[in-house]
C-alpha cells in the first residue's frame, strides 16, 4: 500500500502541476505578450502589421515582445483570451461585455477600431420591407451581434422576439441555408452578406448603419496586464495607429497594404474595399478618442446589456444587468461599480494623438 | 438406390491440375469412402459432386442425368464443421428443410402442416438420439451431438445421395465409434448412396463398401503442378456389408436400372 | 516464484477500486484545477464550482426556463433523441437492406461494392450545403447527415459479415432445397440481425457526431445546438452537465443495444465464442 500511496501523490502533483499552468495570467511585469485576432474587415490590419515587421518595430522599441496568433474561430480566440491564454484579443463591444466581462476578466477597450456601419444586414427573401419579418423564421448565429441587430431593428418597429422564429446557424453555412426554401430571413456580417444579397430576391431590410456606432470592433486586452505593463498597450497602440496610418493613404503602398488584407480575407482590394466602405474606421486616433468620449456610447451600452440580460448572457441568477460594471473614459460607471470589469480608456489612443 | 457415374472428370485451377482421369461407375446403395493424402484433390471431388465446384472437364450423372449446376435436396452433404444453422434450435434446424420444401415464400410452416413436419422432425432427431435436446442451441452440443444433428438435418430431405466431407474426423474416438454405429443403420434402412472423403483408413474400411485412394502419380516436383491426382487403387470391401436380403433388394433394383 | 504481470488478476473489490480510480482521480484534478482557477477569478467559466455546475444542473434539468417556459434539458433532450433514433433506425434498415444483398448476391457486389467503398470514405460533412440544398434545414437534413455518416459502414460491415458466412452453411442450406430468397430469408438475414447490432454499437459514437454537428449548423434545440449555443460565451457550468449527459445517454443506448442482442439473439454470444 506505501507504494500506493507513494502513486498516488505523485499523480495528484502532476495534477496540480497541470492545472496550474492554466490559471490566468497574473498581474505582473513581463516582457512577452500574446494578442489573438481573428480574420473580419476590421481587424485586417493585424495580421498585415505583424507580417510587415510593424508590430514587432513597436515591441522593440518597448523592449517587449509580441506574438500575434490569428485564430479562424472568433469565438474561440474570445474564450482562450478569457481562460487567460492571451493578453488581448479583438472582439466587439458586445462580446467584451458577455465573454470575458461577465466571466469575470477585467478588460480594457484598449483600441476602437470601428464600428460598424452597413457590414451587418437582415436580408429577407422576396420581401422588402422591415415589418415583413413578422411571423417569419430567421436564421442567424444566436447571442451574436446578428441576434443584436435583430432586436434592435425589431425594437425600431415596436415589435419583440417573440414575433420571429429565430434557428441559429453557422456562420460557414449561411450561405448555402439562404439558398434553400425554407430560409426567407437571414442576418449575418460581411462578407456574407455582400454574396448573399446578390442573390435573386434578396433585400437588405435593416442594416447597422440604422443604429451606427452600436456595433463596435475593439482591441481588449487584460486590464491587470494593461496596469502593470504599459509598455504593451503603448506598443500596440503604436503599430495600430501606424498601420493605420499607412492603410489610409492613399498611395501604391496604401493600396498595396489593403490588397494584402482584403486576400488575407479571402478577396481582393475592390472586395476588400467594399468591406470597407460600410465600415466606419477610425484610422486617425483622434477620431477614435472623440468617440470614446461621447455619450452615445452610454447609451449602446445600456442597449447591449439590455440585449444580452434578457437572454441569460448576463450570467444566470443576476438579478440585474447591473451586476457587472462598465466604466466610461469620463469615469462615470454603469452598473455595479464595486464590480467594474469592462473600461472604455482612450489614454493610450489619446498617446498616440500626441504623438503624431 | 442411386447410381452414380463419374466420366473422365478433371479438374484445374489455372495451371494446377488437382484431379485427372477420374473414371467411377458407382453402384446403388454403395458406400464410397474416398482416401488419399491432404491435397490429394478426394474433397474437391466431393465438392463437384455436390455441385459446390465445377468439373473442367468431364460430367458426373446421376441415375444417367446430368448433375444439376446446383446443389440440390436429393444430395444431401454434412461437413466436418459449419454443417447445421447456429441460429436456429435442434428441432429448428431439422425442420428447416420440411419448411423450405412446402412454403416457398413464407419459409413457415403453420397449423396441420406445421404439426405433421415437426412429428417428422422428432422422430428423426430420437432416431439419431437427440430427442432430449430439441430446444437447445447447436453451440450447447458436443462435436459428436452436432454432427448427430447434421446427419437428421440432411436426412430428412430423404436425400439419394448423401456427402459426407471428413464428418466424424473432429470427434473422440469413443464418440466417433457410436456414431460409426448410427452410420451404418441409417445408411442400411434409407438405401441410400454414401460418398465420404475420410484420412482414417480403418473408418474408411470399416463403414465402406467400396474404398477409393486418389495420388499423384508423379511426385517429381517439377511435375506437381502438371499431373493431378488419379485412381490409384479401387477395393471392394470384404466381406460386403449387405445383410443378403438387401443385397438381394440391391440386385433387383439394379435389374431395373439397367433395362 | 513471483507470477507474471500478465496472470495477476485483481481481486472483485481492488477491481471495483480500480475501475473507480481514473474518475475520482477526474474528479480531484477538476476540483483542485477549479478552485486554483476561482481563487484567482471568482467569475472564471472554465472550470466552475461543483456547486455552480449545480446550480446550473438545476436550472436546466428542474426548472422552467423564463422565456419560453419550458425545461431546457428535456426539450434538448427528446429533440436529440428523435432524431438520433430515426437516423439509427433509418441507417440499420437502409445498411443491413443494402449490406445483405451485396454481400449475398455477386451481380449486386458488382455493380454496388465499388460504389459503396466510395460512398464511405466520402466525408458527410463536406458535402453538407449540398444535403441543405436538397433536403432544406429542417428535421430531414439532420437525420440524413447521421445516415450517411454511418450507413456506409454498415453496409461495408454487412458485406463483410455475409461473405463471412461459411461457404458450407450455404451449400447445406442448397441441399435442404433453399430458393435464393428462402436462404436470404431463412440463413442470412436471422444471422446478420445480431450482426446489425454489432455494427450498430460500433456506429454510435459516429451517430452522435453527426448529430452535434448536424444541431451546431442550424437548429432551435437539441443537445448539440445548446451546447454550441452555451460554447458562445463560454457557460461550462452548463456545457459539462451536458457533456455528461450525452455520455451517459451513448453509454444506455450500448448497453440497451447489447442486452437486445443478447436476449433476442440467445445463440449469438455462444456461437461467437464457439
Known amino acids: 500500500m506505501p507504494k500506493l500511496t507513494k502513486i498516488l501523490s505523485l499523480a495528484m502533483a502532476a495534477i496540480v502541476a497541470v492545472t496550474m499552468v492554466t490559471t490566468p495570467a497574473a498581474a505582473e511585469k513581463k516582457e512577452s505578450f500574446k494578442l489573438a485576432w481573428s480574420i473580419y474587415v476590421g481587424w485586417m490590419p493585424w495580421g498585415w502589421a505583424s507580417d510587415q515587421g510593424i508590430v514587432k518595430k513597436w515591441a522593440d522599441k518597448y523592449d517587449i515582445e509580441i506574438e500575434v496568433v490569428q485564430f479562424n474561430d472568433y469565438i474561440e480566440s474570445i474564450n482562450?483570451?478569457?481562460?487567460?491564454?492571451?493578453?488581448?484579443?479583438t472582439a466587439t463591444n458586445m462580446d467584451t461585455l458577455a465573454i470575458p466581462s461577465v466571466g469575470g476578466v477585467d478588460t480594457t477597450a484598449l483600441i476602437v477600431g470601428d464600428f460598424s456601419n452597413g457590414n451587418d444586414a437582415i436580408i429577407l427573401k422576396d420581401k422588402s420591407e422591415l415589418t415583413d419579418i413578422e411571423g417569419q423564421t430567421v436564421n442567424l448565429v444566436e447571442l451574436s451581434v446578428s441576434h443584436y441587430l435583430l432586436a434592435r431593428a425589431l425594437e425600431s418597429i415596436g415589435k419583440s422576439e417573440k414575433?420571429?422564429?429565430?434557428?441559429?446557424?453557422?456562420?460557414?453555412?449561411?450561405?448555402?441555408?439562404?439558398?434553400?426554401?425554407?430560409?426567407?430571413?437571414?442576418?449575418?456580417?460581411?462578407?456574407?452578406?455582400?454574396?448573399?444579397?446578390?442573390?435573386p430576391g434578396a433585400n437588405k431590410v435593416f442594416d447597422s448603419s440604422d443604429i451606427p456606432g452600436e456595433i463596435i470592433d475593439l482591441t481588449v486586452v487584460n486590464t491587470e496586464v494593461l496596469e502593470a505593463n504599459p509598455d504593451f498597450g503603448k506598443a500596440l497602440v503604436g503599430?495600430?495607429?501606424?498601420?493605420?496610418?499607412?492603410?489610409?493613404?492613399?498611395?501604391?503602398?496604401?493600396?498595396?497594404?489593403?490588397?494584402?488584407?482584403?486576400?488575407?480575407?479571402?478577396?481582393?482590394?475592390?472586395?476588400?474595399?467594399?468591406?470597407?466602405?460600410?465600415?466606419?474606421?477610425?484610422?486617425?486616433?483622434?477620431?477614435?478618442?472623440?468617440?470614446?468620449?461621447?455619450?452615445g456610447l452610454t447609451d449602446t451600452m445600456e442597449a447591449v446589456r439590455t440585449f444580452l440580460f434578457d437572454h441569460g448572457l448576463m450570467g444566470d441568477g443576476a438579478p440585474s444587468a447591473d451586476i457587472v460594471g462598465i466604466e466610461f473614459s469620463d469615469g462615470t460607471i454603469l452598473g455595479d461599480e464595486n464590480n467594474v470589469k469592462f473600461r472604455f480608456d482612450y489614454e493610450f489612443m489619446a498617446g498616440a494623438v500626441a504623438a503624431e | 438406390m442411386t447410381a452414380v457415374t463419374l466420366r473422365n472428370i478433371w479438374k484445374e485451377y489455372g495451371d494446377n491440375v488437382v484431379l485427372e482421369r477420374i473414371d467411377l461407375d458407382v453402384e446403388p446403395h454403395s458406400f464410397v469412402a474416398l482416401v488419399g493424402p491432404s491435397g490429394c484433390g478426394k474433397s474437391t471431388l466431393l465438392r463437384m459432386l455436390m455441385s459446390a465446384e465445377v468439373p473442367t472437364r468431364g460430367e458426373i450423372l446421376i441415375e444417367g442425368e446430368p448433375l444439376p449446376a446446383d446443389p440440390t435436396a436429393e444430395r444431401g452433404v454434412v461437413f466436418q464443421r459449419y454443417s447445421v444453422f447456429p441460429h436456429l434450435t435442434v428441432e429448428e434446424n431439422v425442420l428447416l428443410g420440411l419448411e423450405l420444401q412446402t412454403s416457398r415464400?413464407?419459409?413457415?410452416?403453420?397449423?396441420?402442416?406445421?404439426?405433421?413436419?415437426?412429428?417428422q422432425a422428432r422422430s428423426m432427431l430420437e432416431e439419431v438420439g437427440l430427442g432430449h435436446a430439441l430446444k437447445q442451441y447447436p453451440s450447447a452440443l458436443s462435436g459428436g451431438m452436432q454432427q448427430r444433428l447434421a446427419i437428421a438435418q440432411a436426412l430428412i430431405m430423404r436425400p439419394k445421395v448423401l456427402l459426407l466431407d471428413e464428418p466424424f474426423g473432429a470427434l473422440d474416438p469413443g464418440i466417433r465409434a457410436e456414431i460409426h454405429v448410427l452410420m451404418r443403420r441409417l445408411w442400411q434402412e434409407t438405401k441410400?448412396?454414401?460418398?465420404?472423403?475420410?484420412?482414417?483408413?480403418?473408418?474408411?474400411?470399416?463403414?465402406?463398401?467400396?474404398?477409393?485412394?486418389?495420388?499423384?502419380?508423379?511426385?517429381?516436383?517439377?511435375?506437381?503442378?502438371?499431373?493431378?491426382?488419379?485412381?490409384?487403387?479401387?477395393?471392394?470391401?470384404?466381406?460386403?456389408?449387405?445383410?443378403?436380403?438387401?443385397?438381394?433388394?440391391?440386385?433387383?433394383?439394379?435389374?431395373?436400372?439397367?433395362? | 516464484m513471483r507470477q507474471r504481470l500478465i496472470n495477476r488478476r485483481?481481486?472483485?473489490?481492488?477491481?471495483v477500486f480500480l475501475a473507480a480510480l481514473p474518475f475520482v482521480l477526474l474528479l480531484i484534478a477538476y476540483s483542485l484545477g477549479s478552485d486554483a482557477r476561482l481563487a484567482e477569478n471568482p467569475s472564471d467559466k472554465l472550470l466552475p464550482s461543483f456547486s455552480s455546475i449545480g446550480d446550473a444542473i438545476e436550472r436546466m434539468a428542474f426548472t422552467e426556463n423564463k422565456r419560453t417556459g419550458e425545461i431546457l434539458l428535456w426539450v434538448d433532450t427528446s429533440a436529440s433523441l428523435i432524431r438520433f433514433v430515426s437516423g439509427l433506425l433509418i441507417a440499420t434498415l437502409v445498411g443491413g437492406f443494402f449490406g445483405i444483398i451485396t454481400g449475398l448476391l455477386p451481380y449486386m457486389r458488382a455493380s454496388l461494392g465499388t460504389?459503396?467503398?466510395?460512398?464511405?470514405?466520402?466525408?458527410?460533412?463536406?458535402?453538407l450545403p449540398i444535403l441543405f440544398i436538397v433536403l432544406g434545414l429542417g428535421e430531414t437534413s439532420k437525420i440524413a447527415l447521421i445516415v450517411l455518416g454511418i450507413a456506409p459502414f454498415i453496409i461495408r460491415d454487412m458485406i463483410l459479415r455475409v461473405e463471412e458466412i461459411p461457404s458450407e452453411l450455404m451449400v447445406k442450406a442448397q441441399t435442404l432445397g433453399a430458393s435464393t430468397w428462402q436462404i436470404a430469408w431463412r440463413v442470412v438475414v436471422p444471422q446478420m440481425l445480431p450482426r446489425l447490432i454489432d455494427a450498430l454499437r460500433l456506429s454510435l459514437g459516429a451517430a452522435w457526431l453527426f448529430l452535434i454537428a448536424a444541431e451546431a449548423i442550424a437548429s432551435q434545440s437539441g443537445l448539440g445546438y445548446r451546447i454550441f449555443l452555451m460554447r458562445r460565451y463560454l457557460s461550462m457550468d452548463v456545457i459539462l452537465p451536458y457533456v455528461a449527459w450525452i455520455t451517459f445517454l451513448a453509454f444506455f443506448i450500448d448497453w440497451c443495444l447489447l442486452k437486445l442482442q443478447q436476449k433476442a439473439f440467445p445463440w449469438f454470444a455462444a456461437s461467437r465464442s464457439g
Not at chain 1, 460557414?172 to 454574396?195: H, S
Not at chain 2, 415464400?105 to 412429428?119: E, Q, V
Open chain 3, 115 to 127: 460504389f459503396f467503398s466510395v460512398l464511405s470514405v466520402i466525408p458527410p460533412l463536406a458535402i
Open chain 3, 10 to 15: 485483481p481481486e472483485r473489490r481492488v477491481g
Open chain 1, 239 to 295: 503599430a495600430w495607429y501606424e498601420t493605420m496610418a499607412i492603410m489610409a493613404s492613399d498611395t501604391p503602398e496604401g493600396a498595396a497594404a489593403r490588397a494584402a488584407m482584403g486576400e488575407a480575407s479571402g478577396t481582393d482590394l475592390a472586395g476588400y474595399d467594399m468591406q470597407l466602405a460600410s465600415t466606419q474606421m477610425f484610422y486617425d486616433p483622434a477620431a477614435a478618442v472623440e468617440f470614446a468620449k461621447s455619450d
Open chain 1, 80 to 89: 482562450q483570451y478569457t481562460v487567460g491564454a492571451f493578453d488581448g484579443v
Open chain 1, 163 to 199: 414575433d420571429v422564429s429565430v434557428v441559429n446557424t453557422s456562420d460557414a453555412d449561411l450561405v448555402g441555408a439562404y439558398q434553400t426554401d425554407d430560409v426567407t430571413a437571414v442576418v449575418t456580417w460581411n462578407p456574407l452578406v455582400a454574396e448573399i444579397a446578390a442573390m
Open chain 2, 192 to 259: 441410400m448412396t454414401v460418398f465420404m472423403v475420410t484420412h482414417d483408413l480403418s473408418e474408411a474400411f470399416h463403414l465402406g463398401t467400396r474404398v477409393i485412394a486418389l495420388e499423384k502419380d508423379r511426385t517429381r516436383p517439377e511435375e506437381l503442378e502438371r499431373y493431378g491426382a488419379v485412381i490409384k487403387h479401387d477395393l471392394d470391401v470384404w466381406p460386403p456389408k449387405l445383410s443378403d436380403l438387401e443385397a438381394h433388394e440391391t440386385v433387383d433394383s439394379e435389374a431395373t436400372d439397367d433395362i
Open chain 2, 105 to 119: 415464400l413464407s419459409c413457415k410452416l403453420f397449423g396441420g402442416a406445421k404439426r405433421t413436419a415437426m412429428d
